[in-house]
């Protein structure tokens, strides 16, 4: 079946580089995505990438697919305090449109 | 322009009764998702909608729950005799196709409190 897992919790200082770290069992997975939640807010995607892909950069944002594993990572480079938040990874199942979600890593920046 | 609206944002309701969730989609967004993000859990599928075809309810966890989707804009997600595991945030996420990259937006959620 499909299942996605994820580390619960993630704590970092201000400056320093976070690393979320995720895998999936899905083999036939198209694209693999980032969530953040940010508190009493919705879901904004960060980043996605798609599996014949390795590596992905945006900015702040490196996400690294190890296929072969089935493990997907985010790294966030000088991570600020208002990176504060809940990170979702989640993948597009086949040839279905549904996403399959991590239970979600909460990312605590400290000043 | 509007993103996905979805009403109501709070609904407390005693264990037994129905309730009735409703998704407003981005216009031109032919694919609906709905999903439910528990307690101390992550988000769990429920149900999608991709233009005119049949649904994709798998994820549904009960034949209490039902959704429909009229005129292949808004979607009403009915969860009747209501037990307390269903208390919940229920999202509601529309995006242009199911296929390729198409991002999904997502509502602010309705939280259901069953009492």
């Known amino acids: 079946g499909e299942d996605v897992e994820q580390s619960l919790f993630l704590s970092v200082r201000e400056g320093d580089s976070s690393v979320i770290n995720c895998t999936y069992t899905?083999?036939?997975?198209?694209?693999l995505y980032w969530y953040k939640q940010e508190p009493g807010a919705g879901l904004q995607l960060l980043t996605y990438?798609?599996?014949?892909?390795d590596m992905k950069q945006d900015q702040r944002l490196t996400v690294l697919l190890n296929k072969k594993d089935k493990h997907l990572s985010l790294r966030i480079a000088d991570t600020q305090t208002g990176d504060s938040a809940i990170y979702f990874c989640?993948?597009?199942?086949?040839?279905?449109?549904?996403?399959?979600f991590g239970q979600g890593t909460t990312l605590q920046v400290k000043p | 322009g509007a993103g996905v609206s979805q009403s109501p944002s709070n609904k407390v309701t005693e264990k037994g009764k129905d309730v009735e969730l409703r998704c407003d989609p981005i216009?031109?967004?032919?694919?609906l998702y709905w999903y439910r993000q528990s307690l101390g859990q992550g988000l769990e599928f429920l149900i999608y909608?991709?233009?005119?075809?049949?649904?994709?309810k798998s994820g549904l966890p009960s034949d209490r729950f039902s959704a429909e989707r009229t005129g292949g804009s808004v979607s009403t997600l009915t969860i009747q005799r209501t037990q307390q595991e269903d208390s919940a945030v229920y999202l509601c996420?529309?995006?242009?196709?199911?296929?390729?990259?198409?991002?999904?937006?997502f509502g602010p959620g309705t939280r259901l409190t069953v009492t």
């Open positions: 216009s031109g967004h032919t694919a």
């Open positions: 909608f991709q233009g005119n075809s049949a649904p994709d």
């Open positions: 989640a993948e597009k199942s086949g040839n279905t449109g549904k996403l399959i």
């Open positions: 990438i798609f599996s014949n892909m």
């Open positions: 996420a529309s995006s242009l196709s199911r296929d390729t990259a198409y991002e999904q937006y």
């Open positions: 899905d083999s036939s997975s198209t694209y």
